[in-house]
């Protein structure tokens, strides 16, 4: 069972925009920088956002991250088919194994 | 441009060992750490640990100790990890990934750089 809880899919029409969360606890997102990666099928993943909500170069500001308290939240706006990925979440934790985690993955379907 | 390119797929008997090489281009080898993340089929990614390119310490997920080496050759610009006492469990696709934190292990890693992944496929 993967310590952050991310949704297993969302969905929403090309052009809208979906958020996808990611829940912790006190010993990882609360206290740690958090992460967010794309992973198209059959493909690498590919970094989004770093440090809760910045976005590397070349990474369209469609994507946003946020964080509050215990939770962190990716924000896509503007639906792309070529969104069409595996999402996940990923920071410190502490509170098993002083370690990286991530998150089970949100499955983003653009209808 | 910055390149991580991976070893081919191997298929191996539980009980032995799989070394999987990635090879960085584009950049200064020693600035930057490697991670090793693993996604089983259908699953999520999972991270294994990571190695300084800079003087080779490591630190390997607690799930991983004792069973994990992460070795990195800076002559060659490569980085290795040996799995050994494989299981059928372990059957997965193995990244590599550059830390975009410089010279030490920082908990606020993150993996800017991917290489294209390695199937590991365990199987009697």
């Known amino acids: 069972q993967p310590v952050l809880t991310q949704p297993p899919s969302v969905s929403a029409a090309p052009g809208q925009k979906v958020t996808i969360s990611c829940s912790g606890i006190s010993s990882n997102i609360a206290a740690n920088y958090v992460s967010w990666y794309q992973q198209l099928p059959g493909t690498a993943p590919r970094l989004l956002i770093y440090?809760?909500?910045r976005r590397p170069s070349g990474i369209p500001d469609r994507f946003s991250g946020s964080k509050s308290g215990t939770s962190a939240t990716l924000g896509i706006s503007g639906l792309q088919t070529g969104d069409e990925a595996d999402y996940y979440c990923e920071t410190w934790d502490t509170s098993l194994n002083d370690e990286r985690v991530f998150g089970g993955g949100t499955k983003l379907t653009v209808l | 441009q910055v390149q991580l390119v991976q070893s081919g797929a191997e298929v191996k008997r539980p009980g032995a060992s799989v070394t999987v090489s990635c090879k960085a281009s584009g950049y200064t080898f020693n600035t930057y750490g490697i991670v090793w993340v693993r996604q089983a089929p259908g699953q999520g990614l999972e991270w294994m640990g990571w190695i300084s390119g800079y003087d080779g310490n490591t630190y390997t997920a607690q799930k991983f100790q004792g069973r994990v080496t992460m070795t990195t050759d800076t002559s060659t610009s490569a980085a290795y990890m040996e799995l050994r006492s494989l299981r059928s469990d372990d059957t997965a696709v193995y990244y590599c990934?550059?830390?975009?934190?410089?010279?030490?292990?920082?908990?606020?890693?993150?993996?800017?750089?991917w290489g294209q992944g390695t199937l590991v496929t365990v199987s009697s």
């Open positions: 990934a550059r830390d975009q934190r410089p010279y030490y292990f920082d908990t606020c890693g993150y993996y800017g750089y």
């Open positions: 440090d809760n909500n």
